[in-house]
């Protein structure tokens, strides 16, 4: 097609409704959020204050490991609707929106560091146009987007809860096409503002007050904790009265009611959502009133897994840790990630070694990490090496297809404990090596 003069290709391809949109902090969740809503058509300029980030950002690389995000950034900036800037303040500039998505780590107490989102409020205020929706997608406490319109002072910029479900590793997918949309907002207006972002993406999508769209992140993410404690609680009734957790799950999962999801077994949950959200919905009940004793023993249900995983390794090597070496395949918290935060796997590996143990691990996303007594080797076969016990504790596809003989000739003893239920027991079994897994003999 022959193009009028003053329009190129872009212009013709861009969706009618194109909003500029600001997001401020470009971590997990606010890079995914900003190269999605430019891979919609949206004109998306992202902030940061840490300028060796973003100079690696403007060359279109990405400082973590999530599938897909790297292709999506280098064709939004290639395209020219996605940009990075150092600092907030002109980031905001001209915006129809603006995205908070900056951390909120956790207190000692328990509770939501709100410090960071109340100082990029503060800091964006007197630089927002008239009218510009401000949008809290950081996990926060119920009534922050309240703490946001104070900290912000301007009535004129109404303030949006649009809180993220993004899983680590599949992130862009989920953010392309989520389960539901939910914005919690008491400006109609705005909230249909926002819902407009998300013409090009199917899903329902959820308007409500905020309170309730806060609510909601902290909710779902405790149930699906509350869901994962009580498969690895199962899995300890299976290993006591000789059932098997898989087929049990199998058999709950059929029930449309409970369903296939988020029912493996494994050696506790962790990352980055769970602990902290957990902790801080206990918190958030208790100074409403509500002593939300479920959800504690959620938490306990999971630190107890985390020994239960060091018991089992111990009962592998003969009873006793101390001078052990254990080979430990995996770090992270999850497969298809590099994120090191709150993982089972370091947990475990932090215990065996309080118990006196060494441990030599791979993982095919890290490769190297500062922990007295840990040292982080290049292969599964280095981590076999002279291992009196090898303990799978992160569930990469890799570890299905390793060379089993190799491992065999490797190890001093022949011991597994595998914490993911992921390796084909029988075939281990076969080289002469004893398996543990999860909820199963
Ligand atoms: C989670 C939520 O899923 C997401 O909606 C929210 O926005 C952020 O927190 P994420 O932290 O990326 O996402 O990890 P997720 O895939 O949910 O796994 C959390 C933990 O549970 C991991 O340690 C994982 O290994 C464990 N897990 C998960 C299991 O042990 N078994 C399962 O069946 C699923």
């Not at 107490?109 to 146009?129: Q, V």
């Not at 390793?402 to 079994?429: F, H, T, Y």
Request: aromatic share 6%.
């Amino acid at each position: 097609m022959e193009l009028p003069p003053d329009m190129d290709q872009a212009t013709v391809n861009a969706p009618e409704l194109t909003s500029r949109i600001a997001v401020i902090g470009t971590g997990y969740v606010g890079l995914t959020t900003g190269a999605c809503f430019a891979s919609l058509g949206h004109d998306v300029l992202c902030a940061d204050i840490d300028p060796v980030k973003v100079d690696m950002l403007k060359a279109g690389k990405i400082p973590i490991h999530e599938d897909g995000l790297e292709a999506i950034v280098q064709e939004a900036m290639e395209a020219g609707n996605l940009n990075f800037v150092l600092g907030s303040a002109h980031a905001v500039e001209g915006r129809d929106f603006v995205y908070l998505c900056v951390p909120t780590p956790q207190m000692p107490d328990g509770s939501a560091d709100l410090s960071y989102i109340e100082a990029a409020a503060a800091e964006i205020s007197p630089h927002l146009g008239r009218g510009t929706v401000v949008v809290n997608k950081s996990t926060v406490p119920v009534g922050s987007t309240r703490l946001v319109e104070q900290a912000l002072g301007r009535t004129d910029c109404p303030v949006v809860s649009n809180p993220e479900f993004l899983r680590e590793g599949s992130a862009v997918a989920d953010f392309l096409n989520p389960d539901r949309v939910v914005i919690g907002a008491d400006d109609q207006q705005a909230a249909t503002r926002v819902a407009s972002l998300f013409l090009g993406v199917r899903a329902p999508i959820l308007v409500t007050d905020p309170a309730s769209a806060e609510t909601t992140k902290y909710a779902s993410n405790a149930f699906l904790a509350t869901k994962l404690s009580f498969v690895n609680a199962v899995a300890a009734v299976c290993e006591a009265v000789g059932a098997d957790v898989n087929d049990v799950m199998l058999g709950m999962g059929y029930d449309k009611r409970i369903g296939h999801q988020f029912l493996r077994p494994g050696p506790g949950w962790g990352g980055s959502c769970f602990p902290k959200d957990t902790r801080a919905l206990t918190r958030i009940a208790e100074d409403a009133g509500y002593d939300f004793s479920l959800l504690r023993g959620v938490i306990e249900v999971n630190d107890d897994q985390f020994g239960r995983v060091v018991d089992k390794i111990e009962a592998a090597a003969g009873g006793e840790l101390a001078g052990a070496v254990i080979g430990a395949f995996g770090l992270t918290f999850k497969a298809g990630t590099d994120d090191l935060r709150e993982s089972p796997a370091l947990e475990v590996i932090k215990r065996l070694i309080d118990r006196g143990a060494t441990v030599k691990a791979f993982d095919p996303a890290v490769s190297s990490h500062d922990m007295d007594g840990l040292e982080v080797v290049a292969d599964a076969y280095a981590a076999s090496e002279g291992a009196d016990v090898i303990t799978v504790l992160t569930e990469w596809d890799e570890f299905k297809w390793l060379d089993l003989d190799k491992i065999a000739e490797l190890v001093n003893q022949k011991s597994i404990v595998d914490s993911r239920n992921i390796l084909d027991r029988g075939a281990v079994r076969r080289r002469g090596f004893t398996y543990q897994g999860i909820g199963r003999n």
